[in-house]
Every structure is written in structure tokens, then in C-alpha cells.
């Protein structure tokens, strides 16, 4: 791990960007829910060496800059990339991965604090078996390997985006590893190193967390696992507390409240979570988007039907200032190729936009952005041009008020 005075910089770095976050959620307060849409292509992948298959939603700067990842490509091997798009749609590669030691496929999206520092995962690499890391890229393009997995008990495999809290810690999970059987864990980044906070073991807590993390102003944490729980296997969401104790708020049934949440939580000013399952619902088996509360109280509050709004949400969700929810389809619209959709506060879902898998991008496997104006920002892993394959390099998306 790093020196002290390298870790007391990711310690300052993660706090800026925690006030840095809340400074937006503010800003965005004010701004009204929108009610039409344009859509944007704002830039389209084109080869091997700008990096494709962006998997995550980008992040934006003040400036209008987006900052994301690619999980394929560039040019140290082709192990994934993080790319900078400026406002006038110009890609600039940041940092090419290659593998070892520094990681290799980041599939989750980034952190950038106020100094300009940008903080991901990759899913695969580093110097411990290749079970994944901890970065941080600076301003000048310099990665600094703040960790890397060793699968137990530290975990393998993470998925997600880091969250942050306001003593400048790091959170996320992993999706294998850990101590209790392999099925993944939640874990902590701070001035110490990297510090397991819960191991899963299947049933009743869950199996497999492949979701980022929410944290209240107490600092328990709240996410979602793809499969295990209490009833049937089919996923959970659960809140860890500050002493490490987990608390099942919820085991999925398949039907009708939905089956497999691969995303995690998305939550709205009282506290309430949003989130999506993959499967499941009372519409076919193609998925569900719902609402929970910190107590566990469960509302369902859509089951995709395939065409036309939507099948296969695996991303996080959005929510405005008003309730109205944002989110994305990997499957389904009118084409098949994904959806952009919203369901505002009446429960009424409205297809924002529908991919048709060629110059607009295809399969959104990530969610959205949402600025201080209430445009939407996304990626496509597929789709745009085919140069990096018959599937396409990928997208890069808005969606306009």
C-alpha cells in the first residue's frame, strides 16, 4: 500500500469530493423534472486504441468535461481505459491499462474529487492473482494502485463504483471473495490500506454484490446482492450497519417483486431507496424497477413487458428532486436494443428514448448522469461503430430536457 503521507492524500482528496458531490445533489434541488427530450449522440467510439464497450455512466466536472471508462482497449494492451470527453465532444485517453500491476477491464464509473484526482476499480488485474484494484489517476495521468485483491479475505472481482464519506474513506463491494465461501463482500478504502467490512455467505444475507453503495448521514450502508436471501436465492437488499452487523431489509421472490438486483440503490431526499431488478415482476419475467424504505417496506413500482418500454434493467437508477425516477433497459424498447426511461410520481412510465442498436449505440449496460439543468448522461456498451467489432465500440449519450 501507499506511504502515510499518499494515503493522508486519498484521505483529503475523498473529502473534497464527498462536499464536491453534495454541492451538486444541491444545486440540483432546484431544478424541475423534465418533460420533453431530445436525443444527443455526443460521441461514438470508433477504434481499439480510444478505448470501447464503455460500461459505466460517465461523471461530470464543472466545466461540462465527462470523465469515464472503457472496459476494452487502448493502447498497453487493450486491458480498458479512463477517457476524458471535453464540451466540445473531443475523447482524450487519460490512462491505458495493462494488466499487471496496474488492472485490467474497469467496468465500474469514477470519483473525481476537487483537485482533479479521479478514483475507480478495475475488475480483473493488479498484483495479488489478478483479482482486481483500487486507483487513483491523477491530473498529470499518474495512477497510484491503492490496492489490489487477493480474494480472500479481501474479496475479487469489483464491480462497483466507490463512494465516499465525509472523513474521506472509500467504500464498494466485491463481487467473489472474501472469507465465508467466496460470495463476495463489502469493503472499505481508508488512510490504513483496504479493510473487509462484511463477507457474505449465501443465505439468508445474499450472494454475489455487484452493486455500488449508499450511505445514510449515520453511516450505515445499504446495497443489493445479484442472488441468495430467503427465498429462493433470487437476490437481497440488505444494510450494513457501523459495527458490521447486516440486516436484510429485503429477500426477492421472482415473482412479482423481481429477481436479480444487479444494480444498487439509488436514494431520494427522506431516505428511501430505488432500485432495479434484471428478471422477474408480473410482466413476462423482464424485470422490475422498485421502491424501499430503511425499514424494509417494499413497493413495486414497474414490471418491464419488453417492448416497448424496456426489458433487462441492470443499471442504477436516478432520481430528481420532485420523485421522478431515470433509468436505463439493457433489452427491449422498440427495437430491442435498450431504452432510456422515467417513471414520474404517479408511477407512469415513459419511454425517453429507444436504441436502435446502430448510430445511436446499443444495450445501456450503465445508468445515468443527471446535471445541476436535468440533462441525462450515458453510455452504450455496444452499438455506434462496428470497428471494434460486429457488436460496435459504443456510445457515449444525452438526453435533453
Known sequence: MQSSARRQGWNSNMLALFVLAGAIILMSAAVPSAQAQ???????????????QPDAAPILDAAGNLYGTTQYGGTAGGFGTVFKLDAQSDEEVLYS???????????????????GNLYG??????????????????PSGKLVLLHSFA????GADPYSTLIGDPQGNGYGTTRYGGAAGGYGTVFEVNAKGAEVLYSFAGTPDGEDPQSSLVRDAAGNLYGTTIYGGAAGGYGTVFKL???????????FAGTPDGENPYAGLAADSAGNGYGTTKYGGSAGGFGTVFKIDR??????????????????PVSSLVVDPAGNVYGTT???????????????????????HSFNGS?????????????????????TSDGGDLSCGFSGCGTVFKVTP
Open 241 to 251: 450497519d457501523k459495527t458490521g452487523k447486516l440486516i436484510l431489509l429485503h429477500s
Open 359 to 379: 448510430s445511436d449505440g446499443a444495450n445501456p449496460m450503465g445508468g445515468l448522469t443527471r446535471d445541476a439543468v436535468g440533462n441525462l448522461y450515458g453510455t
Open 38 to 52: 431530445t436525443f444527443t449522440v455526443l460521441y461514438t467510439f470508433t477504434n481499439t486504441a480510444q478505448g470501447w
Open 97 to 115: 491499462f495493462a494488466g499487471e500491476p496496474d488492472g485490467e477491464d474497469p467496468v465500474a464509473g469514477l470519483l473525481r474529487d476537487r483537485s
Open 295 to 312: 425499514t424494509g417496506k417494499f413497493s413495486l413500482l414497474h414490471s418491464f413487458a419488453g417492448t416497448p418500454d424496456g426489458e433487462n
Open 121 to 138: 476499480t478495475t475488475l480483473y488485474g493488479g498484483t495479488a492473482g489478478g483479482y482486481g484494484t483500487v486507483f487513483e489517476l491523477t
Open 330 to 352: 439493457f433489452y427491449g424498447g422498440t427495437s430491442g436494443y435498450g431504452s432510456v426511461f422515467e417513471i414520474d410520481t404517479t408511477g407512469q412510465l415513459t419511454v425517453l
Open 151 to 154: 480474494s480472500n479475505p479481501d
